[in-house]
């Protein structure tokens, strides 16, 4: 996560280049200027927490498919069918969750970029289709060191960084019945006081750590049990379209109830006026009226800009984005007009490169 103007900070790293929530992403992102580092934080069969995008996507960030550690995929690989003149009728798939394996199994896997070839005939196949804006030359066996959470907040620890782990929704049933006993022993709350609990038992200082989740009890919990940390707790919104997004009183609501800090996507706070200049939208208008900070995501996370229609995070300004160094303007309108506290990027020298060039600390 990049700060402004006070902190730098990034996403998973640098996964524009490394594999993300990787040993190498992360030490990557501390060299750019990033002063704050995320952890996705999900867990093991065995319950222990890690790093991991989501707690299903081992099958296209890791190399799971071609250890023997395959067979303890929730679903196997399955190739891609195609007829008899080789029309593609059915993708390759395959699901492979943290909660399949323990975490000594989790630790020899070596992380790849967030990919897979949908047309895959074999797992070898299935592994690739990382797109052409990213490269697989960081992605080998030597590199790709996975994580887990203690590990991370070790090496945040290390590279002088703060903390934003961000606990990510279960893809199994809660409370989870680890032992197969049919009794569900492993509650939400627990594993959100498990999160809080391991950077307690590193000694790390509750400023020095913003709490994550797209769940509001998740945040809730935090305020109420953890209060410390939940002071900077940070509620993610998981709008697809301005329509999602909360109103002015809801906005108002979450300050009323102890929440301080929203992050919604870019497209959430940036529009364009009639001259065609990218202005911040009524939702970072009434988020700040609320008493609200703001960190938004994710910056480079897209393929080149001046392709054009580039997707979800530029859908309510796409039109004034006409050359990649137009993220550059972004950053200003999102620094000095809309005020954020901070950006989640997948490069962080690019914001690094800004916050220089504008003598910001």
Not at 150 to 170: D, H, N, Q, T
Not at 333 to 357: E, H, K, Q
């Amino acid at each position: 996560m990049q700060y402004l103007p006070v902190e730098q900070g990034c996403w998973a790293g640098a996964p524009l280049q490394f594999p993300e929530h990787t040993a190498e992403s992360y030490r990557a992102a501390a060299r750019m200027g990033a002063g704050i580092l995320e952890c996705d934080v999900t867990f093991t069969r065995d319950k222990e927490l890690v790093c991991r995008h989501s707690q299903c996507d081992l099958h296209t960030t890791t190399n799971i498919l071609e250890t023997p550690l395959a067979e303890k995929c929730r679903r196997p690989f399955m190739p891609a069918q195609f007829d008899a003149s080789g029309n593609l009728i059915q993708e390759a798939s395959a699901q492979c969750c943290t909660s399949d394996i323990t975490l000594e199994e989790f630790k020899s896997l070596k992380g790849k970029m967030d990919a897979f070839n949908p047309q895959a005939r074999n797992a070898r196949e299935y592994l690739q289709g990382t797109p052409g804006w990213r490269t697989d030359l960081y992605a080998g066996l030597t590199s790709g060191t996975l994580l887990s959470h203690r590990e991370s907040i070790e090496l945040f620890s290390k590279l002088g960084v703060k903390m934003a782990p961000e606990l990510k929704s279960a893809e199994v049933a809660m409370p989870y019945d680890s032992d197969g006993d049919g009794v569900g022993d492993y509650t939400q709350e627990v594993y959100a006081q498990q999160m809080i609990d391991e950077h307690k038992a590193a000694d790390i200082k509750p400023r020095d750590v913003y709490p994550q989740s797209f769940d509001i009890r998740d945040i809730r919990y935090w305020i109420a049990n953890e209060p410390d940390f939940g002071r900077q707790a940070v509620y993610l919104d998981d709008a697809n379209t301005v329509a999602d997004l909360p109103n002015a009183g809801q906005l108002a609501a979450y300050k009323a109830e102890g929440i301080n800090i929203v992050a919604p996507p870019i497209f959430a706070l940036l529009n364009v006026d009639g001259s065609g200049n990218i202005i911040p939208s009524n939702y970072a208008i009434q988020a700040k009226a609320a008493g609200l900070d703001i960190i938004t995501w994710t910056l480079e996370r897209s393929g080149l800009l001046a392709d054009g229609d580039n997707g979800f995070y530029y859908q309510t300004f796409d039109s004034a984005i006409r050359r990649e160094g137009d993220v550059m303007k972004v950053l200003d309108v999102l620094n000095r007009d809309v005020g954020i506290l901070g950006i989640f990027s997948d490069w962080p020298a690019t914001v690094t490169y800004y916050a220089n060039c504008m003598g910001l600390k």
